[in-house]
Nanobody, 115 residues
């Protein structure tokens, strides 16, 4: 499985960005499907995911600002990020639980939020 992420960039605090991830195969069974991020000098953290049942998870730091959505008909998962803060700056990685003991990661897309 290949995951292709896009949509990162440089924005000012308070602005919005939308990340999109497209998988190379059907995503109906991906559990979960979503996004992680890693800032310099910090461990990778789970940001937002959607289970194959539609249940969502959000890190406490992004609740109310970020929205994750998946469209299995298009094999995509998106992350709408509003009210961005400088502390949201990181490389964002698309993630998929493809099968038991099999994960897939995208190549990462840089998000930089200036104050």
């Amino acid at each position: 499985v290949q995951l292709q992420a896009s949509g990162g960039g440089l924005v000012q605090a308070g602005e919005s960005l939308r990340l999109s991830c497209t998988a190379s195969e059907s995503t109906f069974s991906f559990h979960p499907f979503g996004w992680y991020r890693q800032a310099p000098g910090k461990p990778r953290e789970k940001v937002a995911t959607v289970s194959k049942y539609g249940d969502t998870y959000y890190a406490d730091s992004v609740v109310g600002r970020f929205t994750v959505s998946r469209d299995d008909s298009r094999s995509t998962v998106d992350l709408q990020m509003n009210s961005l803060k400088p502390e949201d700056s990181a490389v964002y990685y698309c993630y998929a639980g493809v099968a038991m003991y099999l994960d897939a990661w995208g190549q990462g897309t840089q998000v930089t939020v200036s104050s």
